[in-house]
């Protein structure tokens, strides 16, 4: 009877805490931080109210969608098959126009050439570069969220080593080592590779006790997930 009442409490326990880091996730940071900045933040604006664009995915990212939908409570939509594009259906969308609205403002946008969408529409390409310093005086809370997002899309545990691999993406590299220091984890090693394409930016850390917990749990859901159909 004692060992059940030790396992009970000890459950309990793990279930408050998971609770908790997933209430304490802020939602736009979180989204923030799950974006890939492949060469900035890049927009193909066909109509001047078309900014509602948060990011795609492929299917075979399913857990991703699956965690992301979770914290963001927003839903992915799954794209249709084109005559002139032989996989778009293979792609899920995340389109929310306030939600883009405020992960916008954490960007300098450019404007830099012409685009055209998949169905062969002409719009104006902008290109953002990430303004770290806006994260940098975030709250404690919103720079954690920002982590477990940036965790769960580009991030990998082995041993006791976290890694963060970027590709063509130097503001969030650079952003992402201030972030973590700020944060009181231990920088082990960074990385940019040279004559590769992309170019990849490599970041291995150790993260604080909090952090850490923080980071878990997103394996543990990305991995709870991986199994669920879209």
């Given at each position: 009877m004692k060992n059940r009442i030790i396992i009970f409490i000890f459950l309990f326990s793990v279930f408050f805490a998971h609770g908790q880091i997933q209430n304490n996730l802020d939602k736009i940071y979180y989204l923030l931080g799950t974006l890939d900045d492949y060469a900035g933040r890049c927009l193909c604006i066909i109509n001047p109210n078309d900014w509602d664009k948060i990011m795609y995915l492929h299917q075979r990212d399913s857990a991703i969608i699956k965690r992301i939908e979770e914290i963001s409570m927003l839903?992915?939509?799954?794209?249709?098959?084109?005559?002139?594009?032989?996989?778009?259906?293979?792609?899920?969308?995340?389109?929310?126009?306030?939600?883009?609205k405020e992960i916008n403002s954490f960007y300098v946008f450019k404007k830099q050439w012409g685009c055209e969408d998949a169905n062969r529409n002409a719009g104006i390409s902008y290109r953002g570069e990430?303004?770290?310093?806006?994260?940098l005086k975030a709250s404690n809370e919103q720079q954690y969220s920002f982590m477990a997002g940036l965790f769960l899309t580009q991030g990998k545990k082995i041993d006791d080593v976290y890694k963060i691999c970027l590709s063509s993406s130097p503001w969030r590299y650079k952003c992402t080592i201030k972030l973590l220091q700020a944060l009181k984890s231990k920088i082990l090693s960074t990385l940019i590779t040279k004559g590769t394409v992309p170019t990849g930016f490599i970041i291995e850390f150790k993260p604080s006790e909090e952090l850490k917990q923080i980071l878990d749990n997103e394996i543990e859901r990305r991995e709870f997930f991986a199994n669920e159909k879209l």
């Open positions: 839903k992915f939509t799954k794209g249709k098959k084109r005559e002139n594009c032989r996989n778009c259906h293979e792609f899920y969308y995340l389109l929310s126009s306030s939600a883009a990430l303004k770290c310093g806006k994260i």
